[in-house]
């Protein structure tokens, strides 16, 4: 690459929330190192594959699109592809053996190696895969160019401590590791002086956030803690969080929840199944009545709350009678919105190998049962809002016929996507703008408001999008910062808690 021409480099994500986090720092890593990023997949001098081991298609969708650039890469010698993430970090030596074009594997822990990595595979003339089986580098202490002008992901903590039998994860994220307090406040006051108006706040398990340090025979949290001092910085008008397990989830949780104002009123709590018989054998530690307690606390203290979860058909084992404990669970939770998955076994997961596994006929009945009934509620839920003002920070690419219909999207402050149409207003409106308008109707999965917009408020987020720029977050030393709430040891805090699962974003 040259100063005059840098190379241009193009990252293709699968998976969840972190996965795109990481795909953000993956970014601020290679323009630190003088690429230059490209929308343009097709002519892209370096592409990189930064991939998700979850579901059972994640290693058809890889190598197809690995295939579908073998002749890409045969034409341009100097293309690079490169493939990390946790696929790459379950198959190691495979990926190159299947598609032997492939210029580098990297894994979970070593995102900050990528242009060395690059550079060796160029000068060595091979594939160069290196897997790391422990953090290199707390990837929140790398650069980052982050997607969004106005929303911004925040680590807390990398990696998981649960066991849950289904789950690969803990193998390929390792141990769950927290960050300082002081260190992620930092990170978001840096992204609201930037202009960024919501935070979410990422985990494997945020609630067991900080175990190592907090306070909990006082009933303090330092999760707790962590969304009270999110609520004092100014500026941030959104805190979100995904994904907490029921096991840990605190009423102190729910208090900071209520009581903070930025925090929104939005829960995604994994259920996975409603049968306890079906729970243990998952290995997931809390029975159907502690879910169902924890949404009962939620509605009270908050009940405009919008609750959402990921369910499980068809683990192995599973009968026609915890199927229905499911539904069950599901009908008394009214939930706006489940992600449900149909069960596929994971090589190197405990459940892969156990007896009874559930027809596949079976699960698909259950599975379209199922998303017939949480696609009723959803709609009753979303019905419910019709009528209602609903405060919305715009965004972009979610509506994905707004070009067609003539409208906007955007989230309310519960998490519902709402379409609206973009009248009545002297300004034109950019996605980062807060607006708000009336809901007329609700569909199971989105809310449309196509009166006038009643209000409308340019933003400096919006300024940033108009403008094209975005956040961009430099590489730090991780230095210890100051803490936050109930005094707390000198010692840099490393979880013992456990850890969900983080939902997929769907592809």
Not at 72 to 89: D, N, S, T
Not at 207 to 214: K, L, M, P, R
Not at 238 to 246: A, D, G, M, Y
Not at 460 to 485: K, M
């Amino acid at each position: 690459m040259t100063a005059v021409s840098p190379a241009t480099f193009h990252i293709r994500t699968h998976g969840c929330q972190m996965n795109v986090h990481d795909s953000e720092r993956l970014a601020g890593v290679l323009e630190e190192a003088g690429y230059s990023h490209t929308e343009d997949a097709d002519g892209a001098d370096l592409v990189v594959f930064n991939t998700c081991a979850v579901r059972e298609n994640a290693d058809n969708k890889l190598y197809g699109q690995l295939g579908r650039l073998a002749p890409e890469k045969a034409r341009r010698p100097g293309m690079q592809i490169a493939v990390g993430g946790c696929l790459a970090q379950k198959d190691r030596d495979t990926v190159v053996a299947r598609a032997p074009w492939v210029d580098v594997v990297f894994g979970t822990h070593n995102t900050g190696s990528l242009p060395a990595l690059l550079e060796r595979a160029r000068h060595n003339g091979e594939a160069q895969v290196e897997i790391l089986e422990a953090l290199e580098t707390f990837p929140s202490h790398l650069p980052a160019r982050r997607d969004s002008a106005y929303a911004g992901w925040v680590s807390i903590s990398v990696g998981c401590n649960n066991t849950c039998t289904f789950c690969i994860v803990p193998s390929l994220r390792g141990k769950e590791v927290d960050r300082r307090p002081g260190e992620i406040l930092a990170e978001v006051e840096a992204l609201v002086a930037e202009g960024v108006l919501e935070v979410t706040l990422l985990g494997q398990n945020v609630n067991a956030y900080g175990v190592s340090f907090d306070d909990r025979a006082s009933g303090r949290t330092a999760f707790a803690d962590l969304l009270r001092a999110c609520g004092r910085v100014d500026g941030l008008e959104r805190v979100r969080f995904t994904s907490p397990h029921p096991r840990d989830f605190t009423s102190d949780v729910i208090t900071a929840m209520a009581e903070t104002p930025n925090v929104c009123p939005q829960l995604h709590m994994p259920l996975q199944s409603g049968s306890d018989r079906v729970l243990r054998a998952m290995r997931r530690s809390y029975r159907a009545k502690r879910y169902l307690d924890i949404v009962d606390d939620v509605r009270a203290a908050m009940p405009d709350a919008a609750l959402t979860t990921d369910i499980i058909v068809g683990f192995p084992g599973e009968t026609e009678e915890d199927f229905a404990e499911t539904l069950r669970v599901v009908e008394a939770s009214r939930f706006s919105q489940a992600f449900t998955f149909q069960y596929s076994p994971r090589p190197g997961t405990p459940a892969a190998s156990l007896p009874d596994q559930v027809p596949k006929a079976v699960v698909q009945e259950r599975y379209d049962r199922l998303v017939a009934l949480q696609e009723g509620i959803s709609l009753e839920r979303n019905r419910e809002q019709v009528g209602r003002e609903l405060e919305l920070i715009v965004s972009t690419g979610e509506g994905r016929k707004d070009t067609a219909t003539r409208r906007m999207s955007g989230r309310a402050r519960d998490g519902r996507l709402v379409h609206f149409t973009p009248t009545g207003t002297a300004e034109e409106i950019r996605p980062g703008d807060v607006v708000t308008v009336r809901a007329t109707y609700g569909a199971p999965h989105h809310v449309v408001a196509d009166g006038d917009v009643l209000t409308h408020r340019r933003t400096r987020a919006g300024d940033a999008h108009e403008a094209g720029q975005r956040p961009t977050t430099p590489r730090t030393t991780g230095l210890g910062l100051p803490t936050l709430g109930p005094p707390a040891p000198a010692a840099e805090p490393v979880a013992a808690g456990c850890s969900a699962a983080l939902q997929e974003v769907p592809s």
